[in-house]
């Protein structure tokens, strides 16, 4: 148990976890964390610790919210867990999202101007992906909000489906479906949060621009779940399909 636990004892936790496998005990690091700026320390300081960035930024992100007006939360992500070659480990679950890659840099002037309904003028491409879901805290999803929020909001890893040119749609209308081993498939309509996974953009570039960064062309974010978070077994074979976007079929 650390005698005094403040962010940057947590940033050197939370990295020896990472690199060990063995998960901390949220009820020690409590009082490490107040806010969401504190949280997004602790994810900048374990992410450089790392070696997850690729020039100023890291290019792989999550980012999400409940509601258009938010709050949004964000979160960097490993390289070496996009698409990875090896098993991540033990992992809670698995959701199905939809990625989207930036086609030119945003500099911090531009994302402040930046509106969610013309969002997608930045981006290129998009993806069906599905984020796998783990923690660091022993407590895993029930750890406090902030704690998962400084453990990358619970990520272990990001799957890819092929890129394609990216299009406003009606996402209203558009469906998922996921399957998990033998169990029935799951289908959805419309179910994104935001009702538009480029909704979060200005949210998130901002974010990411916050201290002077210009954030490069083919920066990828993956956008929310459409399924929420489901359980899942190893060696479960997971198939998402999003209709007119494409599917992705991974072996856990």
Same mark, same amino acid.
């Given at each position: ?6 962010? &940057? ?12 496998? &063995? ?34 930024? #890291? ?68 993806a069906v992906s599905v984020e ?32 394609q040119p990216y299009a406003a ?50 920066? #990828? ?11 899942? &077994? ?9 209709a007119g976007l494409g599917h992705?079929?991974? &072996?856990?």
């Open positions: 148990m650390p005698v005094r636990p403040d962010p &940057q004892t947590l940033i050197t936790a939370l990295t020896q976890a990472r690199l060990s496998g &063995q998960t901390l005990r949220a009820a020690d690091w409590a009082s490490a964390i107040h806010s969401e700026a504190e949280a997004y320390t602790v994810q900048d300081g374990v992410a450089a610790a790392l070696g997850w960035l690729e020039g100023p930024l #890291v290019r792989h992100w999550k980012s999400g919210g409940t509601t258009r007006s938010g709050p949004f939360s964000h979160a960097p992500l490993d390289p070496a867990g996009v698409n990875p070659a090896d098993g991540l480990g033990p992992l809670l679950g698995v959701e199905a999202e939809v990625a989207l890659r930036l086609g030119r840099d945003v500099s911090p002037e531009a994302a402040r101007a930046m509106a969610p309904e013309t969002a997608g003028y930045w981006v290129d491409s998009m796998l879901v783990a923690s660091r805290w022993a407590e895993g999803l029930a750890a406090p909000a902030l704690l998962r929020m400084a453990d990358h909001q619970s990520h272990a890893g990001l799957l890819l489906g092929p890129w749609r009606d996402w209203s209308t558009q469906t998922c479906q996921i399957q998990i081993g033998s169990q029935p498939p799951i289908k959805h309509t419309g179910s994104h949060s935001l009702n538009d996974p480029a909704w979060l953009l200005p949210a998130w570039l901002q974010h990411l621009t916050r201290h002077g960064a210009t954030v490069a062309a083919g920066t #990828v974010v993956t956008t929310g779940s459409w399924v929420g978070c489901l359980p899942v &077994q190893p060696g479960d074979r997971v198939s998402v399909h999003f992705l079929t991974a &072996q856990l």
